[in-house]
């Protein structure tokens, strides 16, 4: 074989070499985890769900978001979804929703006592109430339907039997945006780092909605001192004169364990709650709900804030602000409406982490 032979052949080797390497770069799984090791990216699906609540009118909310979160991330990991309404999803509803996705979907209806005013309720001050509320320019206050949807989410979601044997739930909503690529898997990252709430966005709650939950959330805890964490996250709710400073974490998002709230203790807080009725004659959210188990139970290790994660629900929004991260978003961390980073709640549970992380060094 003569020289200048050789020279071609080993250059297509080279070329050949190079094609197979950029086709196996291009094709494979992805290896950048925030907040993960290599590894974690490769070590399988955890035990999780992505959990939808909504109803058959809202088709069109989730032919927007589903196409987005699919993108983004679950056509990776085809974790599967549940939707729960409090009404039979219709044929039509299941077959275009089964359109969008192909990993394993559930429909499922919530049990009538789970969607309902409990007895131990007074129906006619609760609906005295309501009017009260609407009249006053309450957010959703004059809305019985809208008090049932935060009651089961606080109280029973988890408790569906479309949700046994899951260990985590990611919650979405319908008319979401997803703004960045999740190219690591988020449950196995909760599970690997022992975290039980994960969120984007904290915020302050409209006080008119809740007028006496901080002080019903105050007597529990003072009489069952058993459930609130010695090493607990109470700085992020509580000012220093011992009132609610109203931050709560935007529960529209939510990537979090089903034990913490299948747990003895939450049904001990949840069954407080309920029997008072603030559900029904305020306007108790599972916002502040959760949020403030949370952070009475919750050490700041098992809270995780998901920065990386780009997320719009109307009219707020998480958009990364680290210019590395941006890299893989599609959305402007200066808007004024972006809670990343900018909200003096979000300014308190970094205050948390860096007491917590400053007294282990």
């Not at 703004?179 to 915020?203: H, Q, S, W």
């Not at 509580?238 to 998002?253: I, K, T, V």
Request: contains cysteine; charged residues 25%.
């Amino acid at each position: 074989m003569t020289y200048s032979r050789r020279v071609l052949t080993y250059a297509a080797l080279a070329v050949a070499l190079l094609v197979a390497f950029l086709v196996l770069l291009v094709n494979r799984e992805p290896t950048r985890c925030y907040g993960n090791s290599r590894r974690e990216a490769f070590s399988g699906r955890a035990n999780g769900v992505i959990l939808i609540l909504c109803r058959n009118k809202e088709l069109d909310g989730l032919r927007k978001t589903m196409p987005q979160f699919e993108f983004r991330f679950n056509h990776r990991y085809h974790y599967p979804y549940v939707f729960l309404n409090d009404e039979p999803f219709t044929e039509h509803f299941q077959t275009e929703v089964r359109k969008l996705t192909n990993s394993v979907v559930s429909f499922g209806t919530i049990p009538k006592e789970h969607w309902s005013i409990p007895d131990f309720v007074d129906k006619n001050l609760a609906e005295e109430k309501r009017n009260n509320m609407k009249r006053d320019g309450v957010m959703y206050g004059g809305s019985l339907s809208y008090q049932h949807m935060c009651r089961f989410n606080s109280g029973f979601f988890f408790l569906h039997p479309l949700l046994d044997g899951f260990e985590y739930y990611w919650r979405v909503e319908p008319y979401t945006d997803w703004m960045c690529d999740i190219e690591y898997d988020p449950f196995a990252f909760m599970k690997r780092n022992k975290k039980k709430y994960g969120f984007t966005v904290v915020l302050y709650e409209n006080q008119d909605t809740i007028p006496t939950l901080w002080d019903t959330t105050k007597q529990f805890m003072r009489e069952h001192k058993e459930v609130v964490n010695p090493d607990n996250t109470l700085h992020l709710v509580e000012s220093a004169d011992g009132s609610y400073n109203l931050c709560h974490y935007w529960s529209n998002f939510e990537i979090a364990s089903l034990d913490m709230w299948r747990s003895p203790e939450y049904k001990k807080y949840f069954d407080y709650l309920d029997r008072k009725g603030g559900f029904f004659y305020e306007r108790w959210g599972d916002a502040p709900v959760h949020s403030l188990f949370a952070s009475m139970y919750l050490s700041i290790d098992e809270l995780h804030h998901f920065e990386d994660i780009g997320y719009f629900h109307s009219p707020y929004y998480n958009c990364p602000a680290n210019p590395a991260l941006q890299l893989r978003c599609e959305c402007d961390p200066t808007h004024k409406l972006n809670f990343a980073s900018n909200h003096k709640c979000f300014q308190k549970f970094r205050e948390m982490q860096y007491v917590k992380y400053k007294g282990q060094e």
